[in-house]
């Protein structure tokens, strides 16, 4: 523990002491006059501060001294009662404020008192209330806001993470604020009860216990009592007011001092006005030396502070244009322009108003659920999606870019609606022919006016930012393992680790790098298998991690573990699950043309062999295809990947299962089989 601990600690314990043990007066009055010094501290630096955060510790810190002041009342109370001595600070301050007269230096305490409870702890009180308030009510549209600007690719992760933690951080702050303010509010209130019971009960013991006159009791414990209330007092009333400036500050680029010099003398012809107003005053009883001297200086300062805003509006294009100069020079300037977004939507000039917020537009909400959906699906964080105008572009053209190679492009019409046919031949609906973008299915482009009759007639009609967000969400999808790199990785890692400390320090460092299990992860997305059962998918390492480093095969051994969810991904409820299963012949071709190698093992057919076996597999699948959504090829696991690399080049549609990878309680219906002559 470092000094500075241990000397709040030791601090906080001194205070509960002095509520128990008498102090002498020479400590006393060494405790008054710091607490003093940390209430002008405490004010100081509620001046200087430019946002709230920067005094993020206040609502503790003003419990702490609202204890110790409390704190230092009742020593005080006890020396005064028990001695009629509170140390030479409280007898100075009493002595000064009375001036002779009791009664009136009562009377300033009391104001004193009245300015605080009534005027700024009230105030405080109430600002800290609705700031609290409004600062919680706020919280949603500033969250809105950042994923907004976050989608559009105006901040990266790590500025929205930090703005998140900011709004977080305010909102308890504003919320501790609103307690800690009952605490000035509680203190102002003990103050005067403490006043009280001291000159009532000092005047007991000084005529009862002590023998007293009735003048003198009053004279002594009158003195001590607005003594030792004026040094707790003036402390409180610093406490106060820096409360009310915590509260009411506005983040700005500068501190309290600067803001209200340069806002209150914005307009410096307005002090000729004040200037000519104390003047005129001066034609009525009131002095007339003393208006003139405050209306010239009034006009002094206007024609001064005119000069210097004139000077600077001269000077200040030059400075901006060097600045501009300089930011262009800077080699920051040049590597900023090297970095390349993972994700980029660009569109043609047409099709603003989809992204355009003022316009109606609802693109960046969208994409936000876009990726949250993508995100529960598949078990990894999509990247910010860069949205961007391009006039390169057609008007009504669109394209998506992964890894700044364009993956995707389409074409939009913002006032028609895109249909599409139930399956049967039809040409009642009249509109402009097109394709589907996201699944390349006929589609028509209908006006408005045609929507609910294609409706009516079965077709499927969708708005355009419906059409556009499908395809996003489908493309990303196909290049979801492209978007998964190691740091990508490392983040799922690490969110794991907080659940499961011992299946990650099994896995990985060792046996496992983060890029071995990266491409592991990738091999899964690449074959539309989530992988946000990702302790599964560690168990499974852990276990075989240690045996092979082959990322193939443990790619394998994970497809295998998740079982239950690749059956159930394929598999309609209350259906079989229908499949083509390939022959013992055709496996056993595959299986002696598998080449092992030092650096994994790949399938090498020959050409002829090669073509009859995709020759059978297309006749299967194109029968299949017309009656089911997917096709789906069923084989042994020792050929599993090689038939789905052999495939991917020509039917990357079709999905290659093993038998190890259908759930055991799962109802399997051949349709099919896949076989050579």
Not at 493 to 498: S, T, V, Y
Request: some cysteine; overall charge negative.
């Amino acid at each position: 523990m470092s000094a500075r601990d241990l000397s709040v600690l030791i601090g906080v314990i001194l205070i509960i002491i002095m509520l128990v043990i008498p102090l002498p007066g020479w400590l006393l009055s060494f405790l008054i006059l710091i607490n003093i010094t940390l209430a002008l501290i405490v004010i100081l630096v509620s001046m200087n501060m430019e946002e709230a955060l920067q005094f993020a510790v206040f609502p503790t810190l003003l419990l702490l001294l609202t204890l110790f002041r409390l704190g230092l009342n009742v020593s005080t109370t006890r020396s005064i009662l028990s001695e009629a001595d509170a140390g030479g600070v409280v007898e100075t301050f009493g002595t000064f404020v009375i001036g002779g007269n009791p009664l009136v230096g009562f009377v300033v305490f009391i104001i004193l008192v009245i300015i605080q409870f009534l005027v700024i702890t009230k105030g405080a009180e109430r600002v800290s209330e609705v700031a609290a308030r409004f600062t919680l009510d706020a919280m949603p549209g500033k969250q809105m806001s950042i994923d907004a600007d976050l989608n559009a690719g105006m901040i990266n992760e790590h500025q929205a993470k930090e703005r998140r933690e900011k709004i977080e951080n305010e909102a308890d702050f504003y919320g501790a604020m609103d307690g800690a303010s009952k605490f000035v509010k509680g203190d102002a209130i003990a103050g005067i009860i403490i006043v009280i019971m001291n000159i009532i009960f000092g005047l007991i013991i000084g005529m009862a216990q002590m023998g007293m006159s009735f003048n003198e009791a009053i004279d002594t414990y009158m003195r001590l009592t607005v003594g030792d209330g004026l040094v707790s007092q003036i402390p409180a009333l610093l406490i106060s007011t820096a409360t009310g400036i915590v509260v009411t500050r506005v983040a700005s680029q500068g501190n309290l001092g600067s803001d209200v010099t340069s806002q209150l003398l914005k307009f410096p012809k307005l002090l000729y006005i004040a200037g000519a107003t104390i003047f005129l005053l001066g034609l009525t009883p009131i002095p007339f030396f003393l208006t003139t001297l405050i209306a010239s200086i009034l006009i002094f300062g206007g024609y001064w502070l005119s000069r210097a805003d004139d000077e600077s509006e001269f000077e200040e294009p030059e400075e901006v244009d060097e600045a501009e100069s300089d930011q262009m020079k800077s080699p920051e300037n040049v590597v900023n322009l090297i970095s390349m977004d993972p994700v980029e939507f660009e569109f043609g000039y047409a099709l603003i108003p989809i992204a355009d917020t003022s316009q109606g537009g609802d693109l960046l909400d969208r994409i936000v659920m876009i990726r949250r959906q993508l995100a529960i699906e598949l078990g990894i964080v999509i990247p910010v999606v860069r949205i961007r105008d391009n006039i390169q572009l057609g008007p009504n053209d669109y394209r998506l870019k992964i890894k700044g190679n364009e993956a995707a492009k389409g074409e939009l019409l913002l006032d028609h609606y895109l249909s599409m046919s139930p399956g049967m031949d039809d040409d009642e609906i009249e509109g402009i022919e097109t394709t589907e973008p996201a699944f390349g299915l006929p589609a028509k482009w209908i006006t408005e006016d045609l929507k609910d009759e294609a409706e009516l007639s079965g077709y499927t009609v969708v708005d355009p930012p419906s059409v556009v967000s499908t395809h996003i969400t489908e493309v990303i999808k196909k290049h979801a393992h492209q978007l998964l790199g190691r740091q990508e990785t490392q983040q799922l890692i690490d969110h794991l680790k907080e659940s499961y400390p011992i299946l990650v320090d099994e896995v990985t460092p060792e046996p496992l790098s983060v890029g071995d299990v990266q491409k592991v992860l990738a091999k899964l997305l690449k074959e539309n298998v989530s992988v946000k059962n990702l302790p599964v998918i560690f168990e499974t390492l852990a276990d075989f991690g240690s045996m092979t480093n082959d990322t193939d095969l443990l790619a394998e051994y994970a497809r295998q573990a998740l079982a239950a969810q690749i059956t159930n991904q394929y598999q309609k409820e209350g259906q079989n699950l229908k499949v083509i299963t390939v022959s013992g012949k055709v496996e056993k071709i595959l299986a002696d043309h598998i080449q092992q190698t030092e650096h994994g093992n790949y399938l090498a057919l020959d050409p002829d062999i090669q073509q009859t076996v995709i020759k059978a597999v297309s006749e299967q699948v194109d029968q299949v295809l017309l009656q089911e959504e997917h096709a789906i090829l069923l084989c042994s696991p020792a050929i599993r990947m090689y038939m789905k690399q052999l495939l991917d080049r020509y039917f990357p549609q079709v999905v290659v299962l093993s038998y190890n990878e259908l759930d055991p309680n799962a109802e399997v219906e051949s349709v099919g089989v896949v076989n050579v002559a």
